[in-house]
């Protein structure tokens, strides 16, 4: 029903920048409906929670282990999530995911797009 592609993902030299966007798209999408949120999953590892962002007020929230360096951010009308990534380290690469939970109650990641690999070299 929902479609998330992201983009953005690359080869990037430690302490360098990168910006990810996650477009969501579906007939009945609302985007003042679904909180959004991206992950990450870092070779051999389990996927963990990167920021999220809610679906009306916009209040963000972080992992400790990138507070300070990525910035979560959307914009309704592209149906758009943005991950600005400052001061990459090589601990940061992963394959980073955009999500979408449209519950009432709880947390509920039902749509998940495929994937942007994100690589820091040292």
């Known amino acids: 029903q929902v479609q998330l592609v992201e983009s953005g993902g690359g080869l990037v030299q430690a302490g360098g920048s990168l910006r990810l966007s996650c477009r969501a798209s579906?007939?009945?999408?609302?985007?003042?409906?679904?909180?959004m949120g991206w992950f990450r999953q870092a070779p051999g590892k389990e996927r963990d929670f990167v920021a999220t962002i809610t679906r009306s007020r916009g209040n963000t929230y972080y992992a400790d282990s990138v507070k300070g360096r990525f910035t979560i951010s959307r914009d309704h009308v592209k149906n758009t999530v943005y991950l600005q990534m400052n001061s990459l380290q090589p601990e940061d690469t992963a394959v980073y995911y955009c999500?979408?939970?449209?519950?009432?109650?709880?947390?509920?990641?039902?749509?998940w797009g495929k994937g942007t690999l994100v690589t820091v070299a040292s």
């Open positions: 999500a979408a939970d449209a519950s009432d109650r709880g947390s509920h990641w039902e749509y």
């Open positions: 579906g007939r009945t999408f609302n985007s003042y409906t679904y909180d």
